[in-house]
């Protein structure tokens, strides 16, 4: 079975700096997906990124980019010139690749991120 | 569009009670699922359907677990007996097509308390 793990529980980061977020997550597979989602205080989840594992080109979204590192098993989220907008809680998120019943993400405990003005 | 809405936004009932959660997924959107997560912990999967079938339920914790989505189009999640390990928030979340990097929307959640 996949697991995720994130073990910062919480962060803080200063406005218009850089932050970046971690995460680790095991599996067997070798094509899988891999997410950072976003749950701003009292709204919904968003997806933030997407990381396709078979793609050795990190994948980037504006100010947000992945530091994928497929052997380390790591899948870091970076957010440069932070914006009080940015605070929330981040998970980060894995799915096989592979269709049917594999379809589920499984997630991280998260970590909620604020952003001091 | 409308995104994927979920009723009621919280809800408190005793112990051994009955509740029924809904969930309301995009508009055309054939896959529609199921998880929660408690306090502290990991967000865990339900349950997956696809349109009216049950793709995937291997997160049911147990038979006091009941979905349904009637029709294809709105699901329901009804517990019980309700167990104080019950409660969490309960996200829905729905995707159009079986493309597993394709994104899923999620709902608001439902937070459950059981007292």
């Known amino acids: 079975a996949q697991t995720v793990t994130q073990s910062q529980p919480e962060m803080s980061v200063q406005e218009a700096e850089t932050v970046t977020l971690s995460c680790t997550y095991d599996?067997?597979?070798?094509?899988?997906?891999l997410f950072w989602y976003k749950q701003p205080p009292s709204r919904q989840m968003i997806l933030v990124i997407r990381?396709?594992?078979?793609?050795?080109q990190n994948a980037t979204e504006n100010r947000f980019s992945v530091n994928f590192q497929k052997a380390a098993k790591s899948f870091s989220l970076k957010i440069s010139d932070s914006q009080l907008g940015d605070a929330a809680m981040y998970f980060c998120a894995y799915r096989s690749r592979h269709t049917g019943a594999n379809s589920k993400l499984t997630f991280g405990k998260g970590i909620t991120l604020s952003v001091r003005p | 569009e409308a995104g994927v809405t979920q009723f009621p936004s919280h809800s408190v009932i005793e112990k051994g009670q009955t509740v029924t959660l809904r969930c309301d997924p995009i508009s055309g959107h054939d896959n529609l699922y199921w998880y929660r997560r408690v306090m502290g912990k990991e967000i865990k999967f339900l349950l997956h359907?696809?349109?009216?079938?049950?793709?995937?339920e291997s997160g049911m914790p147990n038979n006091r677990f009941l979905a349904e989505r009637t029709g294809g189009t709105y699901s329901t999640l009804k517990v019980q007996p309700a167990e104080l390990e019950d409660s969490g928030v309960y996200f829905c979340?729905?995707?159009?097509?079986?493309?597993?990097?394709?994104?899923?929307?999620f709902g608001p959640g439902t937070r459950l308390t059981v007292l």
């Open positions: 990381q396709e594992a078979y793609k050795q």
């Open positions: 979340a729905s995707s159009q097509v079986e493309w597993t990097g394709n994104e899923q929307f």
């Open positions: 599996t067997s597979e070798s094509d899988y997906y």
């Open positions: 359907f696809v349109k009216e079938s049950k793709q995937d």
